[in-house]
């Protein structure tokens, strides 16, 4: 209904724009119709100096002006990667207590990304773009690309896994998905925000070549080829120099090198200097003094960067009314493909279609990391279940930061897995057999389901570990969650090992009952070591709404898993680049990447440590064969392609998909190059039985390192392997060309 009154609305004022005496020319600004630039420099002929600078920062904690006076509305922002965030109170972060804001919460963007499937990407931006536009938010917070340099870094779960190709892919149709609904992605945070406890005063820097192999493709893909609307700047600094106001970052790379055409947004509070935000290509402030009127001064809006102390500036000639202009027209373009779009469809919220959206990702992310002796899927003599572990029931839409939220219903692993159960006739019994934590609020926002417990830690493993021995089967579900120093925005997990005493309580319920599967719900990598006496671990990723009944799609086989990780599961923390002998972790201050390019899987295998999971890992229900890879030519031209053609057969008993990954080895350089780099995947859905010849192309782009002297993208001529696999440690078949 609300929607329908704010559609009338705008409807009026905009009439009364078009009509009003005074200016009589055609506001073409207002015909939806016309070409979007011509309508963007219509709108700020028409403005004052005070109109522009109202529409260059913050009004509200999520909205910023638009133009009363010409019927242009207000522009609404919300939270963000994983679902619409619920109404706050127009300048606190506490709840506005609206009865319908309540959103189906989707998979966290980890999950996705594991899911290696473009397909369900546009299908996830698509419907959470259709949330947002129901509740009439203009800009959607996300998604998030951010690589995944370090475990311990509490955000990773919003982020999309540490390889530039992944990130890239399944980036792209989720923006345009979004955006089809003229709801603009916003993509966050731009960039080289790799851990949260200091991030306001983290000083990365690194070398160029990292930059743009490691920590920028995502954010140009998601700019040039799903053409996104916006862009947030990352709290952290580049070189001494805020990434909010960051001029090499904003006015050269992105806006010079990109083309970039759509609006820089601060991140919450990430602006800091009038003359930098105004001078280095910052466009909409949001967020200074992020407790609004409390902790900063008075009238706090009007004294924002880019509101009265940027009109001083103008008025002095500081600063220049062209530069203004330059950020008044990325606004306006922004409203325009938005909130002045003439697209009033309603969307839609909390619809079975959104759900089975979330339930089909969820599903189709989980990684099977371990399955020895066939233990999963459940099998049919499996009379009685214990489910174990405070994950099985505890809400994790709720909490982790900015992107906590309000769901109209989370099924929790318990839930799920009980349903499925009942279903088959299997006994279902459950333990706690740890207590974690059992804060579940944010923000006002509370779990609908308390977990308080006043057994003491003997006491629940002793139940549990009693039920294991009397069961057929034990679940237990661990991991992280959404509480400070877990899976948390603004701050970093302490350590890699599982908290809570849970290696030491999977340990012993494995000795009681070998049959026994671990499901993790995190964002990060953890140490396992109870993994030898373990047959069968699930990575099940934070999945929303639907979590319980993804869960239980895949560990009753109603799903084949086909989910492969997108980060590298490293068995000690020392093992991993950011925390090798000499880095310090957190970083108060300057910190510089010493590893360079080799980032993740590049890292390991660079270094030749063998990490407990591979990226790309993750098995199936069911069994592919590889045939030999062919390639189209033997030789590839400068400004030519070659096609990769790979046999696949489905080999099991059940239908299942497989990722197929090709990496690219440059076999002759005059630089450092990693061992292996991700440059194509397919993901295929095959019958038993079933063949299929998977095809992938590769241009000269597939190729390139960054020659940090030319500044440019530098394919040396030469040989080059292709290696085809199903994970980046389980090559199947290779094939080399040379280029020309
Ligand atoms: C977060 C952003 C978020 C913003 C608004 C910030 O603290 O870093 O990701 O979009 O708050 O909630």
């Not at 002929?45 to 600078?53: A, G, H, I, N, P």
Request: net charge negative; aromatic share 8%; charged share 25%.
């Amino acid at each position: 209904m609300h929607n329908v009154l704010t559609i009338l609305a705008t409807a009026s004022l905009l009439l009364s724009a078009c009509c009003s005496g005074g200016d009589k020319a055609k506001a073409v600004y207002l015909d939806y119709e016309a070409p979007i630039e011509e309508r963007v420099e219509d709108a700020l002929s028409r403005m004052t100096l005070e109109e522009k600078v109202a529409i260059v920062h913050a009004q509200s904690k999520f909205s910023s002006a638009g133009v009363p006076r010409l019927g242009i509305p207000t522009l609404w922002t919300s939270d963000g990667p994983h679902g619409v965030r619920a109404e706050v109170l127009w300048d606190k972060w506490s709840q506005a207590k609206w009865t319908n804001d309540s959103c189906v919460a989707f998979p966290a963007l980890t999950c996705l990304a594991a899911s290696w499937d473009r397909e369900l990407a546009a299908l996830y931006g698509r419907s959470i773009g259709e949330e947002a536009k129901y509740r009439n938010k203009h800009v959607l917070l996300g998604p998030g690309v951010n690589i995944y340099r370090t475990p311990l870094n509490g955000r990773n779960f919003e982020y999309m896994g540490e390889d530039p190709y992944l990130a890239s892919q399944m980036v792209v149709p989720y923006v345009k998905g979004v955006q089809s609904n003229n709801v603009a992605a916003c993509v966050k945070h731009y960039a080289l925000n790799n851990e949260e406890e200091c991030r306001h005063t983290t000083d990365v820097d690194l070398s160029d070549r990292a930059l743009y192999e490691i920590y920028l493709p995502a954010f140009k893909a998601a700019v040039q080829e799903g053409g996104a609307w916006s862009i947030m700047g990352a709290y952290n600094l580049y070189r001494g120099q805020h990434l909010c106001h960051n001029k090499r970052m904003l006015k050269d790379i992105l806006k010079g090198e990109w083309g970039f055409d759509g609006a820089v947004v601060s991140d919450w509070g990430g602006a800091h200097d009038s003359d930098e935000a105004i001078a280095n290509g910052l466009d909409l402030e949001f967020g200074t003094w992020t407790d609004g009127l409390f902790t900063g001064p008075s009238n706090v809006y009007a004294q924002y960067h880019l509101a009265n102390p940027y009109l001083e500036r103008l008025r002095d000639g500081r600063a220049s009314e062209e530069e203004l202009n330059d950020k008044c027209r990325r606004v306006l373009r922004l409203m325009m493909r938005t909130s002045m779009s003439g697209n009033n469809s309603l969307g839609e919220m909390c619809s079975e279609a959104h759900y089975a959206a979330a339930r089909k990702i969820g599903a189709e992310g989980i990684v099977l990391l371990k399955n020895d002796n066939g233990l999963l899927p459940v099998q049919p003599g499996v009379r009685k279940i214990a489910v174990m572990g405070e994950n099985a029931i505890k809400m994790m839409t709720v909490g982790g930061g900015s992107s906590s939220l309000k769901a109209q219903h989370e099924i929790s692993p318990l839930k799920g897995i009980s349903d499925r159960a009942a279903a088959a006739g299997i006994e279902v019994k459950y333990a706690r057999a740890y207590v974690g934590s059992t804060d579940g609020s944010q923000d006002g926002i509370t779990a609908g389901v308390k977990i308080n417990e006043d057994r003491d830690a003997q006491t629940l493993a002793a139940e549990a570990l009693e039920l294991a021995r009397e069961s057929d089967l034990v679940i237990f579900v661990g991991g992280l969650n959404k509480n400070k120093r877990q899976d948390c925005e603004g701050c970093d997990r302490e350590f890699l090992d599982l908290p809570y005493n849970q290696s030491e309580l999977v340990a012993a319920l494995a000795a009681v009952n070998p049959n026994i599967v671990v499901c993790l719900v995190s964002g990060n990598a953890v140490t396992m070591p109870w993994l030898d006496a373990v047959p069968s671990v699930v990575q099940a990723w934070y999945c929303g709404s639907e979590a319980g009944n993804s869960l239980a799609d895949v560990l009753f086989g109603d799903v084949c898993p086909s989910g492969k990780l997108p980060f590298t599961f490293p068995a000690a923390l020392a093992d991993s680049p950011a925390h090798q002998e000499g880095m310090q972790f957190p970083n108060p201050d300057k910190v510089y990447y010493k590893e360079g390019i080799y980032v993740g899987y590049r890292w390991f295998e660079h270094k030749d440590i063998k990490p407990l999971f591979a990226f790309g890992h993750g098995l199936s229900y069911t069994s592919f064969q590889y045939g030999d890879a062919k390639l189209s030519s033997s030789t590839m031209k400068r400004g030519g392609s070659i096609t990769v053609s790979i046999p696949v057969t489905n080999t099991g008993k059940c239908a299942g998909a497989e990722v197929v990954q090709l990496y690219v080895t440059d076999d002759e350089c005059s630089v450092d190059r990693p061992e292996k780099e991700l440059k194509g995947f397919e993901k295929v859905f095959l019958q038993p039985g079933e063949s299929t010849v998977v095809k992938i192309a590769l241009d000269e782009s597939a190729l390139q390192y960054f020659d940090e002297q030319a500044h440019r993208w530098v394919a040396e001529k030469g040989r080059f392997t292709v290696q085809v696999g199903s994970a980046s440690d389980d090559i199947r078949s290779t094939a080399s060309f040379e280029l020309r």
